[in-house]
Structure formats: C-alpha cells, structure tokens
C-alpha cells in the first residue's frame, strides 16, 4: 500500500517542517508547497524568507492562508504537496471567527478527495502548561481535535522532537 498522506507533528522549532521537506525530496514526483501563514510582521517575514532559502528550488508554491481545499482539489497525482501548516490554516480561521467544526470538515473532506500523496505538518500543543486565556485555551483545544481527526485520516503519522522522527503509526 502506497502512502497517501503523513502527518508530520511536533513542537515549535522541532525539525517538523524540515523533516516533511526531505521526505518531499526524496519522492520522484513533482513537489507543490501549500503555505497557510500570512506575512503579518518582520519577524514571519524573516521565518517565512528562512523556510523558502531552505526549501531550494523545484517547488511550485501556493500561498492560501484559508481556502486550501481549493488548491488540495486542483493537484495531480504526481504531485507531492506540503502543507505547512495546519496550525497557522486554524489559528488564521479562528482569528477570522469562522465556523471552525465547518472548515475542520472542510478541509478532511478536500485531504480524502486530493489526488496528490500529501505531507502535512502540525504543532503538538497540548504538552504544556494550561493557557492563561479563553483564546489560548480555546486554540490548544480545537487544535488537539483538528490534530487527532488528521492522524485518524493519515497513513502515516510521525512525531519529531529535536530533529527526530518517531512514528507514531505506519513506519518512518
């Protein structure tokens, strides 16, 4: 059985994006990068121009910080797509006040229908303490439920911690 999609979890600053990149490197397809941050400050401006140096050439990139089941259903099957990030696509659509069970739903449905083999990376924020905030403690929640609907949906799931990967189902 080939892998569909892989869900590549870990902390901030972990190795995640890193690690989705290689196995994106080592595919024989074509490499699409779907980014979800939006560039709202200096500081995303120098992480995002930071990720591009690092990624190199050979990427088609599509920049959708809400709509991304709109770019999962135009992919082809020889295409491998990574989209980086699941957290920034919900903290954009939680800061926008949408629906979010509606764009959880939206976006699962767009993963199970996408032709591409996907590689998707997500934050781990539940290992902390308990945020201080409704908005913090709100977020920590919806996305430990986005995370857990993902892994269900996955092949392959594999935590990375310090730059290393553990999966968690299927193999590395």
Not at 94 to 113: E, P, Y
Request: glycine share 8%; net charge negative; hydrophobic share 40%.
């Amino acid at each position: 059985m080939s892998i569909q999609v892989t869900l590549i979890l870990g902390g901030a600053a972990s190795g995640k994006s890193s690690y989705a990149e290689q196995i994106c490197f080592n595919s024989d397809k074509t490499r699409s990068y779907l980014a979800t941050s939006q560039i709202v400050d200096h500081e995303m401006r120098v992480k995002i121009d930071k990720h591009v140096v690092q990624r190199g050439e050979g990427w088609t990139t599509y920049e959708e910080h809400l709509n991304v089941s709109a770019v999962l259903d135009s992919l082809g099957r020889q295409t491998i797509c990574l989209l980086d990030c699941a957290t920034m696509w919900l903290s954009n659509h939680l800061l926008t006040g949408s629906d979010l069970q509606v764009a959880q739903q939206d976006l699962l449905g767009a993963i199970s229908r996408c032709k591409a083999e996907l590689v998707i990376v997500s934050n781990e924020v539940g290992m902390g303490i308990v945020p201080d905030n409704a908005l913090a403690r709100q977020f920590r929640e919806v996305q430990g439920r986005l995370n857990i609907a993902l892994a269900a949906q996955a092949d392959r799931v594999i935590q990375v911690t310090a730059g290393l990967p553990l999966a968690l189902k299927g193999t590395l």
